[in-house]
């Protein structure tokens, strides 16, 4: 998700940049490989895998020794009236979108090249919310910004640093809305109008940047988790209530240095970090994950910033 706005944007131009590694290039390593398969259920006390073959709808099980959970995040899905929409890819209702897969990042790309899509509503100043109004005002669109908390991305940096962002946005060109909340969507066929508790805005286009949560089906019953789901791991990425069973990324806690607790900071760092030191533990070894401080950077507008530890 963090690279989908720069793939957007133009700033990289291939998106097999955006990945790490590929089926092809892991089954060069000796590793089964199954693509387009779905794990519908875990039996923990006997180490089974119900998986199902989307294509075919065939069903099977598989047994494992040791597990790696890898299930990751996805984008939260606000209840606002008119959001949803049966019968789309992901739920929603036409002409509005999510910035977490790949396929949605070409799916953005798409409809940003339509010649009728000019103005275009980001929901959520975070860091994916504030990297796609820069890549969409490169596009030559007219773009608003659309945040409930009352300064573009709170969670990471104080006041001082978030004032000059937003100078900067604003010198941009773009519309910029904070301390304001959507309340509805509007359009028959899709998304024509947002609805806020401030106002109402003409779009032709909406992506939802409201944040992430852990995809915690599969487990939610039966591990630890924090009260949105993460589940909690100990510095080896072992779960606490089994411990053949390990957690890494989206879907799992990581140790914080700065606050010396386990703590949900959803990084592509961390989540590189945690997956090789789970894989180490599955394999016997011992190696411990030193923790975090959370350290991230952006560029907005030419306006370098980063962050590292708490904020104030």
Not at 98 to 119: C, H, M, N, R, T
Not at 241 to 261: H, L, M, N, Q, W
Not at 274 to 291: D, F, Q, S, T
Request: net charge negative.
């Amino acid at each position: 998700a963090c690279g989908i706005a720069l793939w957007v944007g133009g700033v990289v131009k291939d998106p097999k940049g955006l990945f790490y590694a590929s089926p092809e290039s892991l089954r060069g390593e000796g590793i089964d490989v199954y693509m387009g398969h779905d794990v519908t259920k875990i039996d923990w006390a006997n180490k089974k895998l119900c998986v199902k073959e989307l294509k075919t709808g065939k069903e099977f099980e598989d047994t494992y020794d040791k597990l790696i959970l890898a299930t990751g995040s996805w984008p939260v899905t606000p209840p606002i009236e008119g959001l949803k929409q049966e019968g789309t890819t992901y739920g929603l209702k036409k002409g509005i979108f999510f910035s977490k897969l790949y396929q949605q990042g070409q799916e953005i790309i798409d409809e940003i090249a339509k010649p009728d899509v000019k103005k275009v509503m980001v929901v959520g100043a975070g860091y994916i919310g504030v990297e796609l109004i820069e890549a969409f005002k490169n596009h030559g669109k007219e773009v608003i910004l659309m945040e409930a908390m009352p300064r573009v991305m709170a969670n990471y940096f104080d006041k001082e640093i978030t004032d000059e962002a937003e100078k900067r946005i604003k010198e941009a060109g773009i519309e910029m809305h904070l301390g304001e909340t959507v309340k509805k969507f509007e359009g028959d066929d899709r998304v024509k109008k947002v609805v806020t508790d401030k106002g109402s805005y003409d779009v032709d286009m909406v992506v939802m940047s409201v944040g992430f949560r852990p995809n915690n089906e599969l487990y939610k019953d039966y591990l630890e988790t924090l009260p949105n789901g993460a589940i909690v791991v100990d510095t080896t990425m072992k779960t606490t209530k089994d411990p053949d069973v390990f957690a890494i990324g989206d879907c799992a806690t990581v140790y914080s240095r700065a606050s010396e607790k386990q703590e949900y900071i959803a990084l592509a760092t961390n989540a590189v970090r945690m997956g090789i030191v789970a894989a180490n533990n599955a394999l016997g070894k011992h190696v411990e994950y030193c923790g975090t401080q959370g350290s991230n950077a952006i560029c907005v507008f030419g306006y370098n910033m980063a962050s590292t530890g708490w904020s104030e």
